[in-house]
Each structure stands twice: as structure tokens, then as C-alpha cells.
């Protein structure tokens, strides 16, 4: 009779625990600043556009965050593919120093803008260290850790960047209230000020943090040595062109449903609250200090079911195998935010429909995480991966621009434009369920060299 397997995490020692807790940081804040711009945009164009027409102020302020939000992506995007490339050709954890430091400095200038152009400047900056972040952190993970071991503790990096989205959340919340008290005049610059802050993990890293044994291996080999972080290499062997391009298609319809769609939940609740608080004689700084408040709740209800969403993935994906999990989680993730955007106008709505569609949404990400670093071998494990996370935001970048103009144009003579685009573009999901049928099984097998 087989003796029952330890628990996985038996199977980590100290530094295994030290990679992953740095990695998990450096997503974290990453994920920290993401989230404080889909919280602080529109309050942003706002202040930054100076709409003179309040009948046209709430489409036009909609529109200019997704313009924000695509001018974000193609940064992100244009980064991914960058610093996937130096992830290993440098190594993963030099990478990760550089994009850290980028992704904190250019979030902390954003507070200093003064019309829409410099605030989409910096915010296109910050894009290009947050897109190469995701990759070395999940090759440098994937790497270190036992095979047993690696899928949980990748779902495990992933659902821990709830917590940046959770402390982002209650950021907004936290200055909502100190605007609703009158002590400062805006939301959003002392937000972005705030994520200056993760520049201090990089000296963390810098001092103490070491290459993966393969990764030193492989960048030591001169056969394979030229070939380290090479898209010739990755197109050229039809192997990993095919596998490049699946991930693409899989990694294209989570990011355009995730930024396109779910993440405008917060924008969708701000219209809805504006409006009722408004028609309730509610003075404007009341109306900004509690509309805040309810955004930073929807985000903390996004990010409560987007934390088990993302672990339960990687128990799911263990037990049924990648692609049967991915199949489960584009068809929830479809249904969830189709009935968000079609019936939330209440108040405990935001307790019930939005944890689940995070639940959904959210966890194809720990999907990613698991499974593009399964796809490649070590010399092309961080540009393979990010290539398939990160090339789909060009693309997926037009999401936030295409959900702009549904709102400024096709739906702006409806009582609420936004939810309309949102109902219209949340079809995105099922595109994944496409690519699903040339998607390799790679359940239960060894990373390869």
C-alpha cells in the first residue's frame, strides 16, 4: 500500500520559502500599483480634464480612463517583452531589481501631473516595469522550487497579489475619508505617492536573493548561450512557436476581459452611487469622500474571491489537469461578469455578485502563472512566458479603448453608457475556450531543461 504524500509545502526548505516570499512581494506591489490606478483614474480625468459640459462629463471622464488604461496596457506590453528578453540573458533576479525600482519611481511622479498627456506619460513607464515583473517572477519561482511543489506554490504567488490589490482598496478608502473630513483635497495624487514605496523591496533582492542553479547551468552552456532570451529562437523551433502562440490566445482573452471589463466594476459602482447620492442633496465633496469608500469596498470584495479564485486554481488544475481547469474558469469568468454589469444597482450586490466574479476572473492569472513557465526550457522560460503574458496587451490594450468609445459614442445616449459596454465586450472570456484544443497537457510533467 503507497504511503500518502506530504503536504507540499513539507517539501520547502528556508530559501525555497525566501524565493518565494520575495517573488510574492515583488507581485504584491506590483499588483499594488495597478490597482491604485484603476482606483485613482477617474478621479484623475476629473480633476485633469476639467470637463466644462456636466451633461457630457461622466461619458467623457469614462472614456479618457480607458484611454489612460490602453496607453497603461501598451507599456506594460512594450516592458513584458524587454525585460523577458534581460530575464535570461542577465537573470531573473537582476531583472526583477530593475523593474521593480521603474514601476515605483514612475508610479510615485504620476501624483505630479498636470494634464492628461503627462499623466498617460508617466503611466506608460510604470507600464514597462510592471509587464517585466510577472515573468522573471514566476520563471525565477517555477526554477527554484521541487516539481511537486511548483504548480501550489505559483497559484500561491498569484493569490497572494490580492493582498496589494486588498491594501490598495483600502488606501482609496482610507483618503476618501480624510476628503469627506475636508483635511486634503484629492484622492488620487497622495495614492500614487504611496506607490513609490516598493523601491525598498529591490535592496531585499539585490543583497540576498541568487540566480536559479538552472539558469546558471543553461547561461554557462555555449551551445545554448546565443540562444538566451532569443524570439529567433523562440520562432524558430515550431515547437515553441506553437506553444507561444497558444499562450498568447489564452493569456489575450483573461487580460482584455480582466482590463476591458472586470476592473471597470469600480467605475460602474462609482456611476451608480454618484447618481443616487447626488439625487439624495448629498454636497460634491460628500458625494467624492463616499463614492471612494464604496469603490475601495468593491475592490476589497474583487480581491477576497480573487484570492481563493486564484489559489483554487492550482488544487483544481492538480486534480482535472490545465486545460480542463482553464475550460471551468473562461465559462465562469463569462457568466460572472456578464450578471455584474447586467443587474448590480444595490448595495448588497457589491457582497454578492462582485466576490464571485472576482472568484472567476482572477483565477485564470494563477492559470498563467502555473502553466506558460511549463511551456518553454530554461533559456527561453522568462521571454516564452512573457511573451505570451504580455505580446496579447497590444492587443488587448485596444479592450479599454474599444469600451471607451461604447461608451462616448454608441451608448452615451443610455441612461448608464458603461454598463452597457461592459455587457457588450464581457463575450471576451469565451475566446479562450478556442485555443484550448492545441493547448499542450502539461500536468504532472517535469519543467524542461
Not at 479564485?309 to 465559462?331: D, E, P
Amino acid at each position: 500500500m503507497n504511503q500518502p504524500l506530504t503536504p507540499w509545502y513539507r517539501e520547502l526548505n528556508r530559501y525555497h520559502w525566501f524565493v518565494l516570499i520575495v517573488a510574492a512581494l515583488g507581485w504584491m506591489f506590483d499588483c499594488l500599483d495597478q490597482q491604485l490606478f484603476i482606483l485613482a483614474r477617474q478621479p484623475a480625468m476629473q480633476d485633469l480634464l476639467r470637463v466644462a459640459d456636466p451633461a457630457a462629463s461622466k461619458a467623457i471622464v469614462d472614456a479618457y480612463a480607458g484611454y489612460a488604461t490602453s496607453i497603461f496596457l501598451i507599456g506594460w506590453a512594450s516592458g513584458g517583452l524587454l525585460f523577458g528578453v534581460l530575464g535570461d540573458r542577465i537573470g531573473r533576479a537582476k531583472t526583477m531589481v530593475i523593474t521593480i525600482l521603474l514601476y515605483s519611481l514612475f508610479t510615485g511622479l504620476s501624483a505630479l501631473s498636470v494634464s492628461f498627456w503627462d499623466f498617460a506619460c508617466y503611466r506608460f513607464l510604470t507600464g514597462l516595469g510592471v509587464g517585466g515583473e510577472f515573468a522573471v517572477g514566476v520563471a525565477l519561482v517555477a526554477e527554484v522550487m521541487p516539481d511537486r511543489a511548483r504548480p501550489y506554490a505559483l497559484s500561491l504567488l498569484q493569490a497572494l497579489s490580492a493582498f496589494g490589490n486588498v491594501t490598495a482598496a483600502l488606501l482609496n478608502m482610507a483618503m476618501g475619508g480624510l476628503v469627506h473630513a475636508g483635511l486634503v483635497g484629492s484622492v488620487w495624487r497622495p495614492l500614487f505617492v504611496v506607490g513609490a514605496i516598493p523601491a525598498l523591496l529591490a535592496l531585499l533582492i539585490r543583497r540576498r536573493l541568487r540566480e536559479p542553479e538552472r539558469w546558471e547551468h543553461v547561461s554557462h552552456e555555449t551551445s545554448v548561450a546565443r540562444e538566451l532570451g532569443s524570439y529567433r529562437a523562440l520562432f524558430g523551433d515550431p515547437r515553441w512557436r506553437r506553444r507561444a502562440l497558444v499562450g498568447l490566445g489564452l493569456a489575450f482573452s483573461g487580460v482584455v476581459g480582466l482590463w476591458a471589463v472586470g476592473f471597470f466594476t469600480m467605475d460602474l459602482v462609482g456611476n451608480v452611487l454618484t447618481a443616487r447620492f447626488m439625487a439624495g442633496g448629498l454636497p460634491p465633496h460628500e458625494v467624492v469622500g463616499r463614492v471612494a469608500f464604496w469603490k475601495g469596498i468593491t475592490s476589497l470584495m474583487i480581491n477576497l474571491g480573487a484570492f481563493f479564485g486564484m489559489f483554487g486554481f492550482g488544487v483544481l488544475t492538480q486534480r482535472i489537469g490545465r486545460r480542463a481547469a482553464f475550460a471551468i474558469a473562461f465559462t465562469a469568468a463569462f457568466f460572472s461578469t456578464a450578471a455584474v454589469f447586467a443587474f448590480l444597482s444595490e448595495f448588497w450586490q457589491i457582497f454578492v455578485l462582485v466576490p464571485i466574479m472576482g472568484f472567476c476572473q482572477l483565477s485564470l492569472f494563477a492559470g498563467y502563472a502555473i502553466y506558460f513557465p511549463e511551456l518553454f526550457p530554461t533559456y527561453l522560460r522568462s521571454t516564452g512566458t512573457s511573451f505570451c503574458y504580455n505580446v496579447g496587451r497590444f492587443v488587448a490594450a485596444a479592450g479599454p479603448t474599444m469600451l471607451g468609445l461604447l461608451t462616448s459614442q454608441v451608448y452615451v445616449h443610455t441612461a448608464e453608457p458603461l454598463r452597457w459596454a461592459g455587457l457588450t465586450m464581457c463575450s471576451i472570456f469565451l475566446l479562450g475556450l478556442l485555443m484550448l484544443p492545441f493547448a499542450p497537457e502539461t500536468k504532472d510533467q517535469p519543467l524542461l531543461d
